[in-house]
């Protein structure tokens, strides 16, 4: 009996039907985008400073600018690089009483003003912005801008949570059914969050948007892949990604165009109740299908596949034979991973560089939210270098190699966050374009980890490695809101030290590692475990099949 994949090289491995789905489930992978580095544009922070009580009154009957109303009212900065006082204090003064005058108006009270007392921003803060966000609604600055940080660590919990337990529930209860439930809960939590009258109930949708986004998006690559070709897997897998990357840019123009958060969060969510349509386009997977022992159904799948590609089935296949026979089974555990010696290498090294891809990856837009200029164009920039990101790995795995471009891209992203620390500031240019090649290597180091984690690891635990090492990159974003954000208070620019480091750390890491283009996926630990020898060639033996003729002796 055939398998799937030798039924495809006869009903099309990457024809029309193959095309279609891809298209589909690539409008799925875009609209991952808003909910992976939405906080850019949902959170970003303006300048602000303390609300006064009679300040706008004064000011109006003086005939203040905005300039001199700030220098007459507001604490002056702090020390170079570091935090502003003018944000988040104020001076303690009445400034209802009529003894206050229009020229420098604190002069009659102190003659330094430094000697005033100053307080905390009791009614509120001025934000200096047309729009608005999250930041600005629920006032998550000064003291509370922890709370901003906790906001995108819920979502990348979330994506752990999801992420790890979205294995068994597609295997469980198949591709499609997990696919519509994650669709149908990401859009409706997504609304719901829109419309959050307080921040613990935005909290909470977002966390409920990271439990089922991506686990959804997971869900639609594993379908794409289960769909085509063993030849085209890898392709569809990289292209899936870029559809991630087409996201971000529809997010920077849409952001642009729509400043008020609740507006922007109902605008990019509204459309994944469309992908319930999908109930009617997307069939089951034919191999899940196969593995549950739903011979007829898969065929069903199968023919229907053939029916679109314009290609006929032949009559004589019926039955489909399992991908892999039924054997021993082994049941894998976490001490397998760090059992032996090389396992145990690959796996520390691994989740190393899962977590530094997700920290420099997510890192990076934060900290480039913060600079403090045309947000939508430098988000949108930085996109634009993920596209070259993608073909320089489909140009160069095969042909150089997996470990060298990889190491390389870890420490071309690690070398741009160091040199953007010493750019002054009037190179603008300089500092964008160096940005955006830290951002095109750890996009290219970020696929690169997909694509080797499942090379290194012998069958029987391939799975759980990629499952427990891919989790590090959940966990690392949930420590880089609060890694951004409060190191940012120290010094702007401390983030990206830290980022270089763990970025040339992890590009130094990967040359440890054996490499594997060209090498069939290990079956057993030993194999595995003798990736990085050189392989014998195996003694090539010839028999001869000599036939013996009876001769009758007379």
């Given at each position: ?15 029309f ?5 891809f ?7 875009a ?33 203040w600018?905005?300039?001199?109303e ?137 966390l ?41 840019l ?28 999908y ?16 011979n ?11 029916k ?18 039924v ?41 480039m939210?913060?600079a ?37 891209a870890n ?41 080797v ?30 890694l ?22 992890a ?48």
């Amino acid at each position: 009996m055939p398998t799937v994949d030798d039924i495809l090289e006869h009903v099309g491995e990457f024809n029309f039907f193959q095309k279609q789905t891809f298209f589909l489930l690539a409008l799925l992978s875009a609209a991952f985008a808003p909910v992976y580095v939405g906080i850019v544009f949902l959170g970003f922070t303006p300048d602000h400073r303390c609300l006064n009580p009679g300040v706008a009154e004064l000011g109006q009957r003086c005939g203040w600018s905005l300039a001199e109303e700030l220098n007459y009212t507001v604490p002056g900065a702090g020390p170079a690089g570091e935090a502003f006082p003018r944000q988040c204090r104020r001076y303690e003064v009445d400034w209802n009483q009529s003894a206050l005058g229009c020229r420098d108006p604190l002069a009659g009270l102190a003659a330094n003003r430094s000697h005033l007392p100053q307080g905390p921003c009791a009614h509120g803060w001025v934000y200096d912005t047309s729009g608005s966000s999250i930041v600005t609604e629920f006032n998550l600055v000064c003291a509370n801008s922890w709370m901003l940080d906790l906001f995108q660590s819920a979502v990348n919990a979330g994506f752990f949570i999801g992420s790890v337990s979205i294995g068994y529930i597609a295997d469980r209860f198949g591709r499609k059914l997990c696919l519509l439930i994650t669709i149908l809960i990401n859009a409706a939590s997504g609304v719901l969050m829109a419309f959050s009258p307080t921040y613990p109930w935005m909290l909470t949708f977002r966390l409920i948007q990271g439990l089922v986004s991506k686990a959804g998006w997971l869900i639609a690559y594993i379908l794409i892949t289960e769909f085509v070709g063993l030849s085209y897997r890898r392709t569809v897998g990289i292209f899936y990604q870029v559809a991630f990357t087409i996201g971000l840019l529809v997010l920077a123009g849409v952001a642009y165009v729509i400043p008020h958060w609740r507006w922007l969060q109902l605008t990019v969510t509204v459309p994944n109740f469309c992908f319930l349509l999908y109930y009617w386009c997307v069939p089951e997977s034919p191999r899940w299908l196969n593995s549950q022992n739903k011979n007829a159904k898969a065929m069903k799948v199968i023919k229907h596949i053939a029916k679109k590609n314009g290609k006929s089935l032949p009559a004589s296949v019926q039955r489909l034979r399992p991908d892999e026979e039924v054997g021993e089974k082994l049941n894998p555990s976490f001490l397998d991973l760090v059992r032996t010696p090389q396992i145990r290498k690959h796996t520390l090294i691994l989740m190393y560089n899962w977590f530094t891809s997700s920290v420099l990856y997510q890192g990076l837009i934060m900290h480039m939210g913060l600079a403090g200029n045309n947000i939508y164009l430098d988000f949108f920039y930085s996109a634009l270098v993920e596209f070259p990101a993608a073909f320089i790995i489909i140009l160069t795995i095969d042909r150089i190699g997996r470990r060298y471009p990889w190491a390389a891209a870890n420490m071309v992203a690690g070398a741009a966050c160091l040199a953007s620390v010493f750019i002054p500031d009037d190179l603008q240019w300089l500092r964008v374009t160096v940005t955006c090649l830290g951002r095109m290597g750890i996009t290219m180091a970020y696929e690169m980890v997909c694509l080797v984690n499942a090379e290194l690891y012998p069958t029987f635990i391939r799975n759980l490695g990629v499952l427990i090492c891919s989790s590090m990159c959940d966990i690392g974003g949930m420590f880089t809101p609060f890694l951004v954000y409060r190191l940012t208070d120290i010094w702007h620019e401390l983030p990206l030290v830290v980022f270089a480091v763990v970025g040339l750390i992890a590009g130094g890491l990967v040359l440890l590692l054996p490499e594997t283009t060209g090498k069939a996926l290990p079956e057993t630990v030993e194999e595995a475990e003798n990736m990085q020898r050189p392989r014998k060639n195996k003694e090539k033996m010839i028999y001869f099949q000599v036939k013996k003729l009876d001769i009758p002796l007379n």
